[in-house]
């Protein structure tokens, strides 16, 4: 093979480098030939003589200093021993008929008449033996020299020192670093046909070991735990959670697997498995090792310093670079493809029980959001991509866990989770232990586990500990540079360096350096942040066998009894058995109110912690203890506390642990941050597109390369130049920066964010979803006023309670949840604020023990209460039952929301305008709840405590309103009005009242003054729509829709509202989807029922939720994007959280990210924009022409302008205000692809037409360049020539001048100027390549070797060179300086070729022209995007 391709490469060498359309030097500006030019500079060659006294005058040796004798290299020395004597080319004098003498060398040039590259030496030597005297001055060439030609038997007086070529060196690959080469591969190869022969032998029946599981909990262990022996007679049942997977289908491939489910399989080590794994190993390194030796080689480094000493000569060399070079490639690309099955498939597969290392494999989510109709080019790809993916399994996550054992038990730990192998179901689960679906059942684990019990539990769930594994920066740099991009990277840059390009590879190799550096540092410290808040442990004092010991919290498991203290952090989620605790919950669910949790009641009450009714007993893992207090909260009677002595050791509140690890919400959410669903936004869609179309660019322009360059070896390297250039190695980094930047300017504005590709999601956003209360509102109520009842008459609204009924002020007193820690109020806002309203306060000292509070009046009344019932989203209400101490009377008070006590109070008690007055109050945005009373009369307490809530709740009378005012937020309706400014629709979700909810929609902006707003409601089975203004039945909602569609009006006449149970039955009804986006007000909405109206929104459009945490806390993770106005900074309540209360958070946060995609298209443009430029324009171009730009223009564009650029592009400043649109997201959309391809159409008619210029010149017409006698291999020897100069000059110009051009804002940006540092970079740059263009010959542009040349020659031309000190220039003429006219007029073109750029982006592009095109398109094919007004 490798003779095969030497034998390719050797014929395709016989093609010449030439301009394929023109030949140089051929014709000047006239149409007349051009004359044979002479050519100065060139240096003379030795001459050999008999005797110095035969050397020319000019080239006499000097008399040597006393001392020193003359030797036979014409040089004096104190000895001419060991002095060589060139005359003799390597050979013993003994060799020839007379020995000959070397004459000092020439040190002036001399200049050859008419030279021609095909005569070049005969020439030159003629030239010299003129210069010298030994020929007449008017003797012409081809006359005889009279100096002989170097021969061993010549005898002539003078002869020319040409040394006669050595035969050069050959590889005949048989040599013996060839030889083993070709047995390293075969033995290689014979190996590993060998191993997948015995592998396959010993897996022929591996179909029937592979099993699928559940993600998802499999058992459910009550009370006590399950034993495989259990598990076997059924005593384990499946919990309702799991999902039904077969357990042994031998047929279930990963592809097939359902969702929720994984694929195991077993494998077990094998020494032979494990030595052609370090095999494989080895070879990978071999083969960089490989390419490293052959680059080394070509610098002498290898072998007694000779260049090419191993490899035999340069030809021989190329060739067997390019041939590993290609092999390298496919075996690392095949080793990236294969790194996570790599290990396994050198071990033999097994059967579950035998296995050393599991390997689970199950599908990776992915959720696709896209922005109307995707281009058919885009469709195509995606559909061959989503093809190939099912094809060759590449949506399979496949990872590796090592199986390890406690005992008898075998478990492996995946995603932080641990699976038990279970032998009856012959596969790893997980399990859950459920303790009691009561309080009273959960009541009976009061007195925890014994140590075996918790040893066993321990085993089946795992330590209650979540590691994160964040791996050194070392590590991560492997990690990180262990990918196709760098991958694509590394292969360039062995380019790079074995054809001399060295200084420019170093200086990229850099800045991939550094690239990868920030960007493991930045990964590593985010990780470092998610270890931080998941692996958290401290002591605590937990119940084991009976007594109370100090523990690990990482040894908790469900069923241990802990012991709560003020300030502790609680590790697990639970329920509290005894005392009261209060904590601070905002770093999970962002609301930084303390949340106050009560004990369990000794009832036969259903618990569940997802259930909001039960929250008010549960602990979260995450949270912090604020205070705890021994006062029981349950049936005094039946309490815990009647139940279990209390002795001075026994902890005053205590809670079962229910879930640990990953079963809390805190340890899911962890799991969710590490193991994340992929979110794929059309800019990812479109990114494969551009990748292929980019790849597809870099293979026609390598052809045009590998022709333009003459079809040889040599043209193979500039053709993989060029593939480098047209596929940018910054490319995949600049996608991302926009939201780095984005992000940190969130965090100096309190908005912080825990996932970044999100960001980009934001600025796409169209429908903004918010929460009410603590949202749009202040979180807080104001106590308004009360309006009493009697009679089934409504009195007046009365704000001083003091003029209230007694029977009143001990219901506002008492029928609430808030209690006094510390001298401050803990409950519900509402709560505090109605008990603050009374002026009363709570007695921390009970008078008997079947008092919960004794409250106390201002007047010293005093209310013991006997009963509370907590506040339950089903019921809408809460209770309690006080005894008034002064009348020993019992007395019940229900207060919920006005619609549920109507139905719960007794008929005769409520008034027949109750509807019409509670509507009245709010419409005016006042929240309203209701009282009902009871009086028991004197009973025993005993007996109270023991009736069912129901009983105590059943015949009360309505006697009062309760009403409080939520004022809006200062900056809401700005905030609002600024969003429909921003083509952002606003919707309210809210768990308040429809009215009121419309009355603040009303008041923040949200829905216009003068709009309807149509309720709907569910009345007898039926939906129902009202005018809220009219309470008339609207009979055709359509019909009011359909009015309102077709008017020409971004604001809305007609707004719809709705509350839950109407949102449901549109649901069941199919409905919902037509009515969606004309609702405006969800109101009376449940967590559930919040969750599914924002994953309706997000099948319409890209949706964002804006909450304060507690029950918008679902919401608010499942929105593409969402927000909770929370001051936690470390919470994990959604991908954002503001410290700002205010939902100005929210513009900010749109407008940062609309300006970070706008940056991230702007990067990438450029990037592209870079590849057109230097693949096509400069390459490709400069290769017709057989010429390279200089080494200092590719330093200065790819070293520093490239990467100075995209940085300041990314620090253009966020406008201040919302665009009326959004940002594209396509990367090959019409707007992204005229913007690209009419900047590169432009910059190809400025080259193109600054090359016509040059070549309309007549200094420069018969001066061009001829590389028929240069080696083209010798890159850095063909840029000294005025081609070379005009295309850098161009070229250059264009490069910076593409960062101006994407810098401007267009609405998501401020103006260009505002962004300093690339006005700065910008004007920087364009000043130095000006200068270089412009000036006379200097130092500076000498290094650029642009308007420069050889010192003598450049005074030659009138031009100052005392400071020039360059190596010599490869053309005839000696120098490129361009006449100081033409510059100026280049200049010119540059920048006229600048100026039609900007005008082109800001006019066409981004300007009228572009709107106007895009008016005339959407008038003519309509929009993709769905429309809804806003």
């Not at 949200?1006 to 039926?1022: C, F, P, Q």
């Not at 513009?1147 to 300006?1155: M, S």
């Not at 019409?1230 to 008619?1245: D, E, F």
Request: charged share 20%.
């Amino acid at each position: 093979m490798v003779r095969y391709l030497v034998l390719v490469t050797g014929l395709a060498s016989v093609a010449y480098a030439f301009p394929a359309f023109n030949v140089p030097n051929s014709v000047n500006v006239d149409g007349d030939t051009c004359p044979v030019m002479d050519r100065s500079g060139l240096m003379c060659p030795v001459l050999c003589v008999r005797d110095f006294n035969n050397c020319p005058d000019l080239i006499q040796p000097s008399e040597c200093p006393a001392g020193e004798q003359l030797c036979d290299d014409g040089a004096c020395y104190d000895s001419c021993d060991n002095v060589e004597n060139p005359c003799l080319c390597g050979m013993f004098a003994s060799d020839f008929d007379v020995l000959y003498k070397a004459c000092p060398s020439y040190s002036t040039s001399v200049t050859v008449k008419q030279y021609n590259p095909s005569t070049k030496q005969e020439q030159i030597e003629f030239a010299c033996a003129q210069t010298w005297g030994l020929v007449s001055r008017n003797a012409t060439f081809g006359s005889d020299t009279s100096v002989a030609l170097w021969a061993t038997n010549e005898t002539a007086t003078t002869m020319w020192n040409e040394c006669p070529l050595a035969a050069e060196p050959k590889l005949s690959f048989t040599e013996t670093v060839c030889l083993a080469f070709y047995g390293i591969i075969g033995a290689e190869v014979l190996l590993y046909l060998l191993w997948h022969a015995y592998k396959s032998i010993r897996e022929r029946h591996v179909a029937q070991m592979r099993r699928v599981c559940s993600q998802l909990p499999k058992t459910q262990v009550s009370p006590s735990v399950a034993s495989d022996k259990q598990y076997e007679k059924g005593v384990v049942q499946s919990g309702p959670s799991s999902i039904d997977v077969p357990m042994s289908d031998a047929t279930v491939s990963a592809s097939q697997l359902p969702a929720g489910s994984m694929l195991l399989r077993g494998y077990k080590n094998d020494i032979a498995g494990l030595f052609m794994y370090g095999l494989t190993l080895l070879s990978t390194a071999g083969w960089i090792a490989l390419l490293m030796i052959i680059v080394l080689d070509y610098y002498g480094k290898v072998k007694g310093g000779v260049a090419y000493g191993l490899l035999a000569n340069s030809n021989d060399s190329m060739s067997v670079f390019i041939f590993v070079w290609h092999l390298a490639a496919i075996w690392l690309i095949a080793m990236l493809a294969c790194k996570r099955r790599l290990r396994n498939y050198f071990r033999i597969e097994c059967s579950l029980p035998q296995a050393r290392v599991v390997q689970v494999e199950e599908r990776q989510e992915e959720v696709i959001m896209t922005e109307g109709r995707q281009n058919r080019l885009t469709q195509l790809v995606t559909k061959a991509y989503n093809a190939v993916v099912l094809k060759f399994g590449l949506n399979i996550v496949a990872e590796s866990c090592a199986t390890q054992h406690i005992g008898a038990n075998q478990f492996i730990e995946y995603r932080c989770t641990r699976y038990v192998f279970i032998e009856k179901a012959g596969s790893f689960e997980c399990h859950a232990f459920v303790l009691g679906e009561t309080h009273r059942s959960l009541l009976d684990c009061h007195n925890g586990l014994t140590s075996a019990e918790a040893d066993a539990r321990l085993t089946r769930v795992g330590e209650n500990f979540i590691r994160v594994y964040v791996p050194s920066f070392p590590v991560g740099l492997l990690q990180e540079l262990f990918s196709y991009t760098y991958l694509y990277q590394m292969m360039c840059l062995f380019v790079w360096f074995y054809f001399n390009y060295f200084k420019l590879a170093l200086v990229q190799l850099c800045v991939i350096l550094i690239s990868a550096f920030i960007k493991v540092f930045i990964r590593l410290r985010s990780e470092r942040r998610v270890k931080m808040l998941a692996e958290r442990r401290n002591q605590c004092r937990v119940r084991r066998n009976g007594v109370w010991v100090d523990l690990d919290t990482a040894d908790l498991v469900p069923g241990d009894v802990v012991a709560v203290e003020a300030n502790m952090e609680v590790m697990c989620d639970g329920c509290v058995l005894r005392g009261e605790v209060v904590v601070d919950e905002s770093s999970l669910t962002g609301e930084a109110m303390p949340v106050r949790k009560l004990p369990l009641k000794n009832e036969a009450i259903a618990y569940d912690p997802q259930n909001s009714a039960s929250k008010a007993y549960s602990v979260y893992a995450g949270t912090r203890v604020l205070q705890c207090t021994g006062s029981s909260y349950g049936s005094a009677p039946t309490s815990l506390d009647t139940m279990v002595p209390v002795d001075s050791a026994e902890p005053q509140t205590q809670i079962l642990v229910l879930r640990t690890r990953t079963a809390t919400d805190k340890g899911k959410l962890i799991q969710r941050i590490l193991f994340p669903i992929r979110y794929s936004f059309v800019l990812d869609e479109q990114l494969r597109v551009s990748i292929l179309a980019l790849l597809a660019y870099g293979g026609v322009v390598f052809g045009l390369s590998i022709w333009l360059m003459g079809a040889d070896r040599t043209s193979w390297y500039y053709g993989l130049f060029v593939v480098s250039q047209a596929f940018p190695p910054l490319l995949p980094a600049a996608l991302v920066i926009g939201q780095s930047v984005a992000a940190d300017r969130l965090r100096r504005q309190q908005i912080f964010c825990i996932d970044l590709p999100r960001i980009n999601l934001c600025g796409k956003v169209r429908l903004m979803l918010f929460d009410k209360t603590g949202t749009l509102t202040h979180s807080g109520m104001q106590f308004y006023s009360v309006q009493e009842i009697a009679n089934t008459t409504f009195g007046d609204a009365e704000q001083n309670i003091e003029k209230l009924s007694d029977q009143i002020q001990i219901g506002l007193a008492s029928c609430h949840a808030a209690t006094e820690i510390d001298q401050q109020l803990i409950g519900n806002p509402v709560d505090v604020e109605q008990f603050q309203a009374t002026g009363w306060r709570i007695e921390n000292n009970r008078e008997d023990a079947h008092s919960l509070d004794t409250l106390i009046a201002p007047d010293h009344r005093t209310v013991h209460v006997v009963r509370r019932f907590e506040f339950e989203h089903a019921r809408q209400s809460m209770s309690v039952a006080v005894q008034d101490a002064a009348t020993r009377h019992v007395h019940v008070f229900v207060k919920g929301s006005f619609e549920r006590i109507k139905k719960i109070a007794r008929v005769d008690s409520v008034p027949a305008d109750y509807d019409a007055v509670t509507a009245a109050w709010a419409k005016q945005g006042c929240y309203v709840l209701a009282l009902a009373h009871r009086d028991l009369g004197e009973m025993d307490l005993g007996s109270v405590s023991r009736m069912p809530r129901a009983q105590l709740e059943a015949g009360c009378s309505l006697v009062s309103l309760l009403l409080f005012r939520n004022t809006l937020k200062e900056d809401t309706p700005q905030a609002i009005a600024e969003l429909r400014g921003g083509d952002t629709r606003s919707v309210m979700v809210t768990g308040d009242t429809a009215l009121t909810a419309a009355y603040i929609a009303r008041e923040c902006g949200m829905v216009d003054a003068t709009a309807r707003v149509v309720l709907g409601t569910i009345e007898d089975d039926a939906l129902i729509w009202r005018d809220t203004a009219t309470d008339k039945v609207v009979d055709d909602i359509n019909a009011e829709i359909c009015a309102v569609t077709a008017q020409d009006s971004q604001v809305s006449q007609v707004e719809l509202a709705v509350t839950e149970a109407a949102f449901n039955w549109l649901i069941k009804s199919g409905q919902i989807r037509h009515l969606l986006l004309h609702i405006r007000i969800f109101a009376r909405m449940t967590p559930q029922g919040k969750i599914t109206c924002v994953n309706l929104h997000m099948e319409r459009a890209v949706t964002a939720m804006c909450g304060d945490g507690g029950n918008d806390t679902g919401a608010l993770r499942a929105a593409h994007v969402g927000i909770a106005l929370s001051e936690a900074e470390a919470s994990i309540v959604s991908p954002f959280s503001s410290a700002n209360p205010s939902i100005m958070s929210c513009v900010t946060l749109l407008r940062e990210g609309r300006a970070g995609l706008a940056t991230t298209l702007a990067a990438y443009k450029f990037l592209v924009n870079y590849a057109v430029v230097m693949a096509l324009l400069l390459e490709v171009t400069q290769f017709y022409f057989s010429v390279v730009v200089p080494e200092a223009v590719w330093i200065m564009v790819d070293g520093f302008t490239t990467s100075i650029m995209i940085l300041s592009i990314t620090q253009a400043q966020t406008a201040k205000k919302l665009a009326p649109s959004r940002p594209t997201g396509q990367l090959i959309g019409a707007h992204t692809l005229a913007s690209i391809w009419g900047q590169a159409a432009i910059n190809i008619a400025f080259l193109y037409g600054s090359i016509g210029l040059l070549f309309a010149q007549s200094w420069f017409r018969c001066n061009e360049f001829d590389s028929s006698d240069i080696d083209t291999s010798l890159w850095w020897l063909l840029g000294d020539n005025y081609e070379a100069e005009v295309i850098s000059i161009v070229c250059l110009f264009q490069f910076i001048n593409a960062a101006g051009v994407y810098n401007f804002g267009y609405r998501y940006r401020r103006v260009w100027a505002t962004n300093y540092l690339l006005v700065l970079m910008y004007s920087a740059f364009l000043a130095v390549v000006s200068a270089i263009a412009l000036a006379d010959p200097n130092r500076f542009g000498c290094v650029f070797r642009i308007n420069c040349g050889n010192t003598q020659t450049v005074r030659d031309l009138g031009y100052s060179a005392s400071t020039v000190h360059i190596s010599e220039y490869n053309n005839p003429l000696g120098h490129n300086v361009m006449p100081r006219q033409f510059r100026w007029t280049l200049w010119a073109m540059c920048v006229v070729n600048a100026v039609v750029c900007l005008a082109y982006e800001k006019l066409v592009v981004l300007g009228p022209v572009g709107r106007r095109v895009k008016a005339w398109w959407v008038a003519k094919h309509g929009d993709s995007k769905i429309q809804f007004k806003l």
